[in-house]
């Protein structure tokens, strides 16, 4: 089994910054990549980036410049680095994780709120 835990969300205005974290444990050795999604009010959960035990990294187009996802395998912490976000990220941001490539994330952190606003 694998734990996952976010932390790190909250109101942040446009053009800041916010930094949100993943903290992994139990079998986190078979983890084979770890990817942060979001959900608006009404809509799809999305990817919005993710990142391998090697540090391979993906990234939504709608954030691509502006986020940054890294690993710190000695924490075993996920961080998504969020700059100038805009109101259109709004929403509840989870980790997840997955042990195989191709397969779905099967293990998901319990949501952290981030609102963009002014």
């Known amino acids: 089994q694998v734990r996952l835990v976010e932390s790190g969300g909250g109101l942040v205005q446009p053009g800041g910054s916010l930094r949100l974290s993943c903290a992994a444990s139990?079998?986190?050795?078979?983890?084979?990549?770890m990817g942060w999604y979001r959900q608006a009010p009404g809509k799809e959960r999305q990817l919005v980036a993710a990142?391998?035990?090697?540090?391979?990294?993906n990234y939504a187009d709608s954030v691509k410049d502006r986020f940054i996802i890294s690993i710190d395998n000695v924490k075993n912490t996920v961080y998504l680095q969020m700059s100038s976000p805009k109101p259109e990220d709004t929403a509840v941001y989870y980790c997840?994780?997955?042990?195989?490539?191709?397969?779905?994330?099967?293990?998901w952190g319990q949501g952290t709120q981030v609102t963009v606003s002014s």
């Open positions: 997840a994780a997955r042990l195989a490539s191709g397969r779905e994330y099967g293990y």
């Open positions: 139990g079998s986190i050795f078979r983890i084979y990549d």
């Open positions: 990142i391998t035990s090697g540090g391979g990294t």
